[in-house]
């Protein structure tokens, strides 16, 4: 994903936005750290102390070398890594820090399975504990088993799987700190409009026109994000629609 900052602006500095790059472990096996071009930040995704939770760590420099700056757990059992292309974002002059990582889901069961994956955004703050400021979802793909024979395949037109797919992106706009962010989000099905909370074979059979992805209007929305002093949080200027067709496996 391509993260667009402004200009400068003369009165207020926008906040510095550095990409996180993977440092070679120096034992193989070991978790790889990602860090800033000049070593000032570097950043370790590794396993919690249960198989559904992990643990984010920044460093002030390499990690065995200089200090662990703060940990945060994150309820997850999968990480696809850093907010590509690996987005580090801080304060001018000071320690301020909003790191965001990028999780995933998995589920398989018979005839189908899907996965899904999330960015949850943590501020790290001197003198405070990490704080989880905004978790939204990035991407969903799901296939929902819908023939369990022939007569099934015949009335589904051959098409014997429920398909979900939902994208996103988040980028971050703007001269203040924390910036402004940008969410969209495209949510389609196939064949034509499905729903998880709906039995798809007690519909009418399906025709080679219906054979066509379908657009949900609901799930498919633009948001844009500011930072809530008051609840040290980001919040939408529009409730976020519940997309979990999509985003649950």
């Not at 069961?109 to 405070?128: D, H």
């Amino acid at each position: 994903m391509i993260l667009l900052f402004s200009a400068v602006l003369a009165a207020a500095p926008a906040p510095d936005f550095e990409t996180l790059e993977p440092v070679p472990a120096a034992v193989q096996g070991e978790a790889i750290p990602a860090c800033t071009a000049d070593r000032r930040w570097c950043a370790l995704i590794e396993a919690g102390e249960t198989d559904e939770q992990l643990v984010l760590r920044l460093y002030d420099g390499l990690p065995g070398d200089r200090t662990l700056v703060a940990s945060h757990r994150i309820e997850s059992e999968n990480s696809e890594g850093f907010w590509r292309p690996g987005a580090i974002l801080r304060r001018a002059e000071s320690d301020d820090v909003i790191l965001g990582a990028d999780m995933e889901l998995q589920a398989m069961y018979s005839g189908g399975g899907g996965m899904s994956s999330y960015r949850t955004l943590v501020r790290f703050t001197p003198g405070a504990a990490p704080q989880e400021i905004l978790t939204v979802p990035l991407s969903g793909s799901l296939m929902i088993r819908a023939c369990f024979g022939e007569e099934d395949m015949k009335q589904r037109a051959g098409a014997c799987h429920d398909e979900y797919e939902f994208a996103a992106e988040l980028k971050a706009e703007g001269d203040a700190f924390p910036p402004r962010l940008t969410y969209a989000s495209s949510a389609t099905t196939f064949p034509g409009r499905v729903s998880r909370s709906e039995d798809s074979l007690a519909k009418p059979p399906l025709t080679p026109k219906d054979l066509v992805k379908a657009v949900d209007a609901e799930c498919s929305v633009r948001r844009v994000f500011t930072f809530d002093l008051a609840t040290n949080a980001y919040v939408p200027d529009a409730p976020l629609p519940e997309c979990g067709d999509y985003t649950v496996p």
